[in-house]
């Protein structure tokens, strides 16, 4: 019995409204999951998540591997209990930070053997390991683990990697103890070459899924050139699984990925940007630290009804920013989170209404986009 069910419900065009059914929960997708790295979503709490109507979040399998570790973590009743989260969890494979480590691993055919960011001791991850540490975590989503490719690369390079990602794939569905609790998600590859991409979807959807990731994107190639690979890998997975974009993005990444048929994103930007001082808001961004602020009566953002929106005025959020208190992240990522929640509902209700709807969504959405090699503006 298979641990994930998707059900489409409505498209347009590419873009798909449906329900994946996993052991934790129904998602309503398209839907965005909140990057809780260390087994927590930085600054906010398990009933902030519920608040902010999250409705499943992501968890590194690397980063929880090395510590506390996952028969730590099985000992503790699991994931979901040890994290006080009653939700859906879905863990990456390892793949991409064991790739970010750079000159801190090697790749052969049985695994990477890398060096711990944390006490420097070697460690080797297989297919089999990936798969034994998340169904000790208890997971609802385990990733396969593959090759992540770095950009630019080489046709030759990505064909070989690529192939290696089918092997260490099939290791993975080989190695599983729990498809009734833990559904398995493969990851496409191909790098930038569009006959690869088609190649390998065409060639892993064959193997019968529970779900397929669109990955090795988000790794430094221009954003055309991401969403092409992003609508080439969706529309080679089968309509009846899901379909899932690993890592992006900002909130126009989001409507651009569900027009190209994807239905799971999920990102650290919300959080991250929260750090930094950004927001999200019905007006564009807005950068609370900037000093037009400071006399700001008025809410972050007055068509949100999250509790930073509906209790602070901006002008209490700027200075809790200025004087470093720990409160202003959590609020902004509160927010944000809100945020990002109340645009997928959007995009959900759109694909139900039709094509305009969808048009004047993805026309709103240039007020979030990023101005070049910059940091976040205000757009107000």
């Known amino acids: 019995m298979s641990a994930a069910r998707y059900t489409l419900l409505a498209q347009t065009?590419?873009?798909?409204?449906?329900?994946?059914?996993?052991?934790?929960?129904?998602v309503q997708t398209p839907a965005f999951m909140p990057v809780g790295t260390q087994g927590t979503v930085k600054a906010l709490t398990p009933v902030d998540l519920q608040d902010a109507r999250v409705q499943m979040v992501l968890a590194n399998t690397y980063h929880l591997w090395v510590r506390p570790?996952?028969?730590?973590?099985?000992?503790?009743?699991?994931?979901?209990r040890m994290m006080a989260w009653d939700g859906p969890i879905l863990t990456d494979s390892?793949?991409?930070?064991?790739?970010?480590?750079?000159?801190?691993?090697?790749?052969?055919?049985?695994?990477?053997?890398?060096?711990?960011?944390?006490?420097?001791?070697?460690?080797?991850?297989?297919?089999?390991?990936?798969?034994?540490?998340?169904?000790?975590?208890?997971v609802d989503v385990a990733m396969a683990f593959d090759e992540c490719i770095e950009w630019p690369a080489e046709r030759e390079h990505v064909a070989t990697s690529t192939a290696r990602t089918t092997r260490w794939l099939k290791r993975c569905i080989a190695a599983r103890r729990a498809p009734e609790a833990t559904a398995l998600f493969g990851i496409v590859q191909g790098g930038m070459y569009e006959d690869l991409r088609i190649a390998h979807a065409q060639e892993i959807s064959e193997l019968d899924l529970d779900g397929y990731a669109v990955g090795g994107l988000s790794v430094g190639e221009p954003r055309e050139e991401l969403f092409a690979m992003a609508r080439v890998g969706a529309?080679?997975?089968?309509?009846?699984?899901?379909?899932?974009?690993?890592?992006v993005g900002y909130p126009i990444d989001l409507v651009d990925g569900v027009l190209a048929g994807i239905d799971l994103f999920d990102c650290v930007i919300p959080t991250r940007s929260a750090r930094f001082g950004v927001a999200f808001t019905s007006r564009g961004k807005v950068t609370i630290k900037h000093a037009r602020y400071r006399d700001d009566p008025g809410p972050l953002d007055p068509e949100c009804s999250c509790y930073a929106c509906a209790r602070f005025s901006r002008a209490y959020l700027r200075?809790?920013?200025?004087?470093?208190?720990?409160?202003?992240?959590?609020?902004?990522?509160?927010?944000?989170?809100?945020?990002?929640?109340?645009?997928?509902?959007?995009?959900?209700?759109?694909?139900?209404?039709?094509?305009?709807?969808?048009?004047?969504?993805?026309?709103?959405?240039?007020?979030?986009?990023?101005?070049?090699?910059?940091?976040?503006?205000?757009?107000?």
Not at 15 to 23: F, I, N
Not at 118 to 129: A, F, H, I, M
Not at 343 to 352: F, G, H, K, N, V
Not at 358 to 379: D, F, K, N, T, V
């Open 319 to 380: 200075h809790c920013f200025t004087a470093n208190e720990i409160l202003a992240p959590r609020l902004l990522s509160l927010h944000n989170i809100t945020f990002y929640q109340s645009l997928m509902a959007r995009l959900r209700a759109a694909i139900d209404e039709g094509p305009e709807a969808l048009a004047r969504l993805r026309g709103e959405a240039g007020r979030w986009s990023l101005p070049e090699g910059g940091e976040p503006e205000p757009a107000e």
């Open 69 to 80: 570790g996952h028969e730590r973590i099985r000992a503790l009743g699991g994931l979901h």
């Open 13 to 26: 065009d590419a873009a798909r409204r449906g329900t994946l059914t996993l052991p934790h929960g129904t």
């Open 235 to 247: 529309a080679h997975l089968p309509a009846h699984k899901i379909r899932y974009l690993m890592g």
């Open 94 to 138: 390892g793949g991409y930070q064991v790739f970010s480590l750079k000159e801190f691993r090697k790749i052969s055919e049985e695994g990477v053997r890398f060096r711990s960011h944390l006490d420097g001791q070697w460690r080797n991850l297989t297919p089999e390991v990936a798969v034994e540490v998340q169904e000790a975590f208890g």
